[in-house]
């Protein structure tokens, strides 16, 4: 009976300090134990935001977060494994270029021992996008991003006659839905305000709607019927309508415009919402709605943190308790959630009251949270299967997107894709 007691005492110990415990395969301290320095390979504050309550509570871990740009951190890991060089403890994962990385062999599977990650914890439709082809985890991914479907109220009330959430849901189910719609941009459009403000907007749109099949198929065919060339068909639809705009993602151009009344819909994933379209417009009022897509809902990129496999084994083991903290437990479903506005994959958080209460100034008082988690939950969400040619092919169908906007036929603008791809690729067929 004392061993019994003593060992609820110590789970309850563990689960008021760390709010989530390891497998009982898993060696566990007290946080002050875990003593170490770490490198942690980022592009951006993402994660370094975060952090405080993380070194409250284990006040000897020091993490460095290395910044690499976006561009060159997929080249400097596959450069550093190749020149035998040093890895980061801890790296990043980026869903685009994801399959190519985790099948470099050089990360811990965190399914098995010592790790034992509890996969029952994170939404199920996020897991093909940790698993590598010997179908071993070797990643937990961070943020949950989901995609809804942002609108601007003026715009939607003007061109729709409607503005409501209730309304707009009704309105628009299908694409075709939005595509009809799009046919009031050709008799009343007046180059200020459109439907989407960018090819790239209205692609992702549509892109993340047709997943159900990866880009390249088992045997190494290419596939762009499936899933990118309806996204064209859709854009080539709304251009006719003179519906897209004519600005280019990521330039100042683009950013600036979330402060205006440019576009009518966004692609509304979740780091889209809080890192793009809020920031740059901080002091919109009933502004915006949120819809659920056509179809259920959609998952578009994705940060996943990785373990080295060359780390120390004290580094390892820090370097999972950082992973199980911030990925896998409320307090860092919280952290993430105060700092970055959006949630984590963590499941047993969705029961917070911050994801039922939540009220949304910019979104009219509308729980964008709460949107965000019905969609989540959805049993229609799409997650494309991931392959190791995502980033040559993300770079070539990008790359014709303003083709696309001036006017270029989906079927030639996929070819123009095809070429590049089978040109960049020549295993592929």
């Known amino acids: 009976m004392k061993k019994f007691l003593a ?7 563990c689960m008021m300090l760390t709010a989530v415990c390891f497998a009982d395969s898993y060696p566990t301290k007290s946080p002050e134990e875990y003593s170490g320095e770490l490198d942690y390979w980022v592009w951006g504050n993402y994660e370094s935001r975060c952090t405080d309550p993380f070194f409250e509570l284990y006040p000897n871990v020091k993490i460095n977060f290395v910044t690499i740009a976006s561009a060159d951190y997929f080249t400097k890991l596959q450069t ?3 020149a035998g060089g040093d890895l980061p403890d801890i790296g990043n994962l980026e869903q685009t270029n994801r399959k190519a990385l985790i099948e470099l062999n050089c990360w811990e599977r965190l399914d098995a021992e010592p790790y ?7 939404v199920d439709w996020s897991l093909p996008l940790v698993t590598n082809s010997k179908d071993e985890i070797v990643a937990a991914q961070i943020d949950n991003c989901i995609g809804a479907v942002a609108y601007n109220r003026a715009n939607a009330e003007k061109a729709f006659g409607i503005s409501s959430v209730e309304n707009m849901e009704a309105r628009f189910q299908t694409l075709d839905d939005y595509v009809e719609a799009s046919a009031w941009w050709k008799e009343n459009g007046d180059n200020n305000h459109f439907m989407f403000g960018s090819a790239y907007d209205a692609f992702y749109f549509a892109y993340g709607l047709h997943a159900d099949v990866a880009n390249v198929t088992d045997d190494g065919k290419l596939d762009l019927e499936s899933n990118i060339l309806p996204a064209f068909e859709f854009v080539e639809k709304l251009v006719a309508n003179n519906a897209v705009g004519h600005l280019e993602a990521w330039t100042p151009a683009w950013s600036a415009s979330f402060s205006t009344d440019y576009a009518t819909f966004f692609p509304a994933v979740t ?15 009933d502004k915006y709605g949120m819809i659920t897509p ?28 950082f992973i199980r903290w911030f990925c896998l437990s409320d307090g860092g479903a919280q952290a993430f959630l105060d700092k970055n506005h959006a949630p984590t994959l963590y499941t047993p958080f969705y ?19 709460g949107k965000y988690m019905e969609i989540s939950t959805n049993t229609n969400v799409k997650v494309r299967p991931m392959t190791v040619y995502d980033p040559g092919i993300a770079a070539a ?12 036929s989906a079927v030639d603008a996929a070819e123009l894709v095809r070429n590049q791809v089978l040109s960049q690729y020549k295993n592929l067929k």
């Open 271 to 285: 780091w889209m919402v809080y890192d793009n379209m809020i920031p740059n417009d901080p002091d919109a009022v």
């Open 294 to 321: 056509p179809g259920g809902g959609y998952s578009w990129g994705g940060t996943a943190l990785a373990i080295s496999n060359s780390a120390s084994d004290n580094n390892k083991e820090i370097a999972w308790e």
């Open 80 to 82: 550093a494994l190749a």
């Open 116 to 122: 034992n990650m509890d996969t029952s914890v994170v």
């Open 397 to 408: 169908f990008e790359g014709v997107l303003n083709e696309l906007e001036n006017g270029m």
């Open 7 to 13: 060992l609820v005492s110590a789970l309850l110990a």
């Open 351 to 369: 029961e917070s009251d911050v994801y039922q209460t939540y009220e949304d100034v910019a979104f009219a008082g509308q729980n964008t949270l």
